[in-house]
C-alpha cells in the first residue's frame, strides 16, 4: 500500500537498485532510465548516489552495475529475516522425488531463493528473476494482493491492460488467483513436461515468500497438499516474530 507522502527519491532510487539486481550485464543511464520511466538526469543522480553508497559501481565503459556493498545488503537482509534458516530444514524432508522451490516475490517478478531438484540435489537459483504469472511462487503471492493492486501490476500507462505471461488473458490470471485464495493453494502446470505440475503456498501473514513442489504427481495430489500445508506451518512457525 503506497504511503499518503511517499518519498519519491527514496522509491525511485529502490527500483534503481532492484533493476541492476536483475541486470545481466552492466547497463548504460539511458536504458535504466528508459526501463523505470525517468529522465537521464534524475536517473544520473540517483544511480550516482547509489555508487557513493557503494550499492552500484560506474564501469570503464560509463556503464552502472551493483556494488560490493550490495551484496553485503542482500547478506543482511538474508540473514536478518530469519527465512532461509527456518525453511531450509523443513524443506529437506518435503516430497521426496519431486523438486523443491522457495521464492519472493518483487512487484510482478518472483525471485527463487533455494531449489532442490528431483533427485535430491541443491542447485543454483535461476540469476534472472521470472514473471510470477509464469510461477506458481508467484500466483501463490498475488493471491495476497487486492484485486486492484493485482490490476494496477498489468496496467499500461495509458490504462490499458498489458499481456499477462502464461495467461491468454487477464481474465484468466483472475480466475487462477481466486482459486488460489479459495483453495490455499496455486497450482500450475509445467509447460516443457506435460505431465508435471507446481504446487505453491504462501509462508507467513501477510507472506514474505512461498514454497513450490513440481511433480507428475495427479494421483497423490492430496497427500503432495497435505504435507506442503504442514511444511509451511512449520516454516512459519520458525520464523522471528518479525516476519510472521
Known sequence: MLPSEPHQSL??????????AGAPRPMPVGDIADRLGLDVIRARRLLQTLVHAGLAALT????YRLGHAAHA????????SGALAAALPVLADLAPGSSIELGTLWRDEVT???RRSAVGHLEAPPRDPLAATRSAIGLALLAW?????VRGLFTAIDGSLKPVPGFPSYGDLVEALDHARASG????????HPHSQALAMAIGDP????????????DDQASIIAALRAAVARIAAALPRSQR
Open 60 to 63: 570503464s565503459e560509463r556503464r
Open 73 to 80: 545488503l542482500g547478506a543482511r537482509c538474508l540473514a536478518g
Open 207 to 218: 507472506p514474505c515468500m512461498a514454497v513450490a513442489v513440481t511433480g507428475a504427481f495427479s
Open 112 to 114: 527463487i531463493l533455494h
Open 185 to 192: 493453494h496455486a497450482r500450475l502446470l509445467v509447460s516443457s
Open 145 to 149: 494482493h487486492s484485486a486492484d493492486e
Open 11 to 20: 522509491s525511485d532510487g529502490i527500483e534503481c537498485l532492484m533493476l541492476l
